[in-house]
C-alpha cells in the first residue's frame, strides 16, 4: 500500500470516528432533553391528578375517570393512586400499573422516575393532613420515539455521505500532499553515477519536503566531490606509478640488450634500486593517505607539542643535515598550556612533511615558531624559498597536485593531503600565505 493510499485511509478512519463520537453526543443529548420534557409532563399529570382527586372536595374517583377520558391524554397511558398502605384508590386504564408492580415500585423519594418496557413513569408522593398517597403515571412517548427514528436516519445518512465526502477530498488533498515527494523520486530516479552533478529542484526552501531535497543535494555534492576525487585520485596515481615502471622496464631491457661491464651493471642497478626507493616512497604515502580518509577513530592523548617538534627537527637534520632548522618557543608560566591532545604518530608525519618541504623547497634556513594565544597553541613553519603561485594555493592540498615551479624537484604532491587530513582528524586548523620567490608560511592552530 503506497502513502497516497495510506493516507487517505488513516484521514477517513479520522473522519469516521469523529462522525460517529459526535452523532452519539447528539443522540444521547437529543434523547436525554426530550425524556426530560416527557418526565415533566408526567410529573404535572401526577400531581394534578392528586390535587383533584384528594384536595378538591366534589371530585371522586367516578367523576375523575370521566375527567380522563374525556380530555386528551398521554399515548397509553396508564394513572394509579394508592394510600400509604399501597392500597388502590384510584386507577384508569392500567395495564402495567398493577398492585404487584405499584408495591415493587413504592419509592421513598418523590418524584421518583422508572420505566416498564417502552414506557416511562413516575412516582409522586402527595401529602395533605398527615396523609401519604402516592400517585403513579406510566404513559408512552411517540413523539420522542418519531423523532428519533429521524433523528437516526438524518445522522445515518450524513455520516454516509461525510464518509464518501471525507475518501474522495482525502484522496484528492494526499495526491495533492504527495505529489512533491512524487517529483522527488522522478528526479532521483534520474540520478546516476554519471549525473551526480543533477539536483533536485528545492522550491521555495521552506517546508520539509523541501528541506529533504535541499539535504539530498547537499549529500548529491558531497558525492560528486568524492567521486571526483576518487577519479582525479586513480588517474594521478596510476600516472605517477606508471611512469616509475616505465623507467625500471625500460633500464632492464637495456641492461638485457646486451653483456655490459661490471661498472655499467652498478650503474644502472643503482638507478633502479633509487626509482624502487621513490616508488615505495609513493606507495606508502598512498597508504597512509587511504588509511586516514576512512576516518578511521585515533588513538589520542597529551602531549608536549615543543617536544614533539624538537624530535621532528632531529629526524628531518640526519636528512638535511647542513641546513639550519631554528625552533622559535614562546614558552608559558603554565606548562600544561603547551599540552594538545592528539596521536603523536600522525602530528609527526604532518609536522615531518612541512618542514621536509620547507628544506626541500628552499635553500636559506627554516624556522619553525611556537606561541601561545588564549584559546590557541599556533605552529607556524616558514621558509624563504621558491614559494607558492598565488593562483595555486587553494588546491595544494589534494592529492597530486604540485605547484608548477617545481617541476624539477622531486616528490609526488601527496604529503600536503596526508598533513590535512590529519589536522582535520585532530580537529585543528591549517592556514597557508605564500609570496612567489619570497617564501611560504605554514600556520596551524591547535585548540588548547
Known amino acids: 500500500m503506497n502513502i497516497k493510499t495510506r493516507l487517505s485511509f488513516q484521514f477517513t478512519f479520522v473522519v469516521i470516528g469523529i462522525l460517529l463520537f459526535f452523532s452519539v453526543l447528539v443522540y444521547y443529548f437529543s434523547y436525554s432533553s426530550q425524556r426530560s420534557k416527557f418526565r415533566e409532563i408526567l410529573l404535572e399529570k401526577a400531581q394534578n391528578t392528586a390535587i383533584l382527586l384528594i384536595s378538591v372536595e366534589g371530585i371522586d374517583s367516578t367523576l375523575l375517570k370521566k375527567i380522563h377520558q374525556t380530555t386528551s391524554s398521554l399515548v397509553e397511558e396508564e394513572i394509579a393512586l394508592t394510600d400509604s398502605a399501597n392500597n388502590i384508590i384510584y386507577s384508569n386504564r392500567t395495564h402495567y400499573l398493577s398492585e404487584r408492580t405499584l408495591l415493587e415500585k413504592s419509592f421513598t423519594s418523590s418524584p421518583n422516575y422508572f420505566a416498564i418496557g417502552e414506557k416511562d413513569g413516575v412516582s409522586y408522593n402527595h401529602t395533605i393532613e398527615k396523609k401519604a398517597y402516592h400517585v403513579y403515571v406510566l404513559a408512552y412517548d411517540d413523539s420522542r ?36 515527494i512524487s517529483n522527488i523520486i522522478s528526479q532521483v530516479k534520474e540520478i546516476n553515477s554519471s549525473r551526480l552533478n543533477s539536483r533536485l529542484n528545492e522550491g521555495r526552501r521552506r517546508d520539509e519536503i523541501e528541506q529533504l531535497a535541499i539535504t539530498f543535494n547537499q549529500m548529491l555534492s558531497d558525492l560528486e566531490l568524492v567521486f571526483k576525487s576518487q577519479d582525479e585520485f586513480v588517474s594521478n596515481a596510476s600516472h605517477e606509478l606508471r611512469t616509475p615502471f616505465a623507467i625500471m622496464i625500460a633500464e632492464s631491457d637495456y641492461i638485457l640488450g646486451k653483456e655490459r661491464n661490471s661498472e655499467e651493471y652498478i650503474k644502472h642497478i643503482s638507478g633502479m634500486v633509487e626509482d624502487l626507493r621513490k616508488l615505495n616512497a609513493l606507495l606508502n604515502s598512498l597508504l597512509e593517505l587511504a588509511q586516514l580518509n576512512r576516518n578511521i577513530q585515533i588513538f589520542l592523548s597529551p602531549i608536549r607539542i615543543d617536544e614533539l617538534i624538537f624530535s621532528t627537527v632531529q629526524e628531518i637534520k640526519t636528512k638535511y643535515p647542513g641546513r639550519k632548522i631554528l625552533p622559535k618557543i614562546e614558552y608559558s608560566e603554565n606548562e600544561n598550556d603547551l599540552l594538545i591532545t592528539g596521536n603523536q604518530g600522525l602530528l609527526e608525519i604532518a609536522l615531518k612533511n612541512l618542514i621536509d618541504n620547507a628544506c626541500k623547497f628552499s635553500t636559506e634556513q627554516v624556522e619553525i615558531k611556537l606561541f601561545i594565544s588564549e584559546e590557541r597553541i599556533i605552529v607556524k613553519i616558514i621558509d624563504h624559498g621558491i614559494g607558492i603561485p598565488a593562483d595555486e594555493i587553494n588546491t595544494i592540498f589534494k592529492p597530486f597536485r604540485r605547484g608548477t615551479n617545481v617541476k624539477y624537484i622531486g616528490g609526488f604532491g601527496v604529503g600536503l593531503s596526508i598533513v590535512s587530513k590529519i589536522i582535520e582528524l585532530h580537529r585543528a586548523k591549517i592556514k597557508v600565505s605564500s609570496n612567489e620567490n619570497d617564501g611560504t608560511c605554514f600556520e596551524i592552530l591547535f585548540r588548547k
Do not use: D, H
Open 145 to 180: 420515539a418519531e423523532n428519533l427514528i429521524e433523528l437516526r436516519t438524518i445522522l445515518f445518512w450524513s455520516i454516509l455521505f461525510s464518509v464518501w465526502l471525507s475518501i474522495t477530498a482525502s484522496y484528492f488533498f494526499s495526491k495533492l500532499a504527495i505529489k512533491p
